[in-house]
């Protein structure tokens, strides 16, 4: 149906800067929503930012201020700009795309992740 492609993760040291990409492909008329989860050892999958295909946006608290989503629609791909990159956003980053996103259970296709690690 949905084929979720993520990519540009890396090892960076505090305060750099990566840029994450998502690319979606197949049926994606039922797609309303992009946006990314991460997941650090032993946490929960944990949602970082959000964009509707209108361009409305969500982020967390904890990247607020850092970190910049964005939606290229024509090209059905996805962006996570991240600046001021810090150790405690070391998490295996997953593009989410569907309906509804907002909450994990809802999300209908998940990439298969992408590593980003920040060393002190």
């Known amino acids: 149906q949905v084929q979720v492609v993520e990519s540009g993760g890396g090892l960076v040291q505090a305060g750099g800067s990566l840029r994450l990409s998502c690319a979606a492909s197949?049926?994606?008329?039922?797609?309303?929503?992009m946006g990314w989860y991460r997941q650090a050892p032993g946490k929960k999958r944990e949602l970082v930012a959000v964009i509707s295909s209108g361009g409305s946006t969500y982020y967390a608290d904890s990247v607020k201020g850092r970190f910049t989503i964005s939606r290229d629609n024509a090209k059905n791909t996805l962006y996570l700009q991240m600046n001021s990159l810090k150790p405690e956003d070391t998490a295996m980053y997953y593009c989410a795309a569907g309906r509804r996103i907002v909450v994990v259970t809802e999300v209908d296709y998940w990439g298969q992740g992408t590593q980003v690690t920040v060393s002190s």
């Open positions: 197949g049926s994606i008329f039922s797609i309303n929503a």
